[in-house]
């Protein structure tokens, strides 16, 4: 090992790290995630991340038998290293990477990992919230060299296994190549789209069972007079109020309404305005005016159809109105149940 070290350090002296291998260069990178999380307060993204490089370099190769070793290590500082760098936007802040060492083997081929610690802004999209996932895009390449002086591939490196105990999981790290002209330059640049998912199975079992608990009150109170309607109609409006509320404290601002809140509020409405047919359904019954000849016509038709009985004990004047009222009713609910149903059909 002795001789060795003294043959690399011999080839290292005759080593010029500020002139390029023969160009172009291939360089084969592969992002190595080690953690990735959601700061939904900053919206930002914070990922720490291992960068392999491996390229070739003939400059620094040696026969094998002769020298007793395929492979070591080597200061990184001493070899010429590619300029690859983030190119979204984001803040790097990498450690001394040239502290860190490279290996080397002795066909030539080096590998050297660059230390990420980058915090990245993110467009939010809780349409899904709270099972949403949150897709940040993480770009590499060289700002100095061409296409012609260095082309940078992915890699098809083994991944470490990420085993994440926070509050977002990470589902999937996929790599793309593609090619950037940046004024009249052609460069290659790598592109990495990593996946997160939330963890928060209370707040989807919240959010469910909240949800449910405020239609069933809404269609519960459709089978009742309309008399009776306005306190299930004002407990579902109330149950579907304070998870609105409550989840505007936990929600952060994004680009994206929650399909959980959107089903709320439209429950909310929906309550409020079964809540005031009700009143305009009773206030039609009490009419004591004489009805217009249109109204008993309507009535009369309608009654061929569905039956509406007025109550008990009505004066004549009065059973025409009160057969409106239920007619009504009856156009109102079919209206409010189909507004339920509709919407159950988009956001579901």
Known sequence: MSSFATQLDTLLAEYDREIMPATPVQIKAALDVRHAAVYERTATVRLLADLHLSWEDKRISWNATEWGCDSSLASADRLWLPDVGILSVGTLESEDDNNLRARLSNDGRISWILR?????????????????????????????????????????????????SGAWELLRVRGTEASWDGSGVERRVVTWSVTLQRRAAAHALAATTVFTASVLLLIAATFLPPATRLPLCAASATTASLWLISALVRIPGASSVPRAMSLLSTTCVCAGVAAACSAMVIRVARCTEPPPQVLRSLVTAASNIIKLTPPEGSQAECSAWAAAAKLLDYLLLALLLFTLTVVVCIYL
């Open 116 to 164: 990420l610690d980058i915090s990245s802004p993110i467009t939010l999209q809780l349409t899904n919230w709270p099972r949403d996932q949150q897709v940040v895009f993480f770009k590499f390449g060289s700002r100095s060299h061409s296409t012609d002086e260095m082309q940078l591939q992915i890699s098809d490196l083994q991944h470490a296994t990420v085993f994440e």
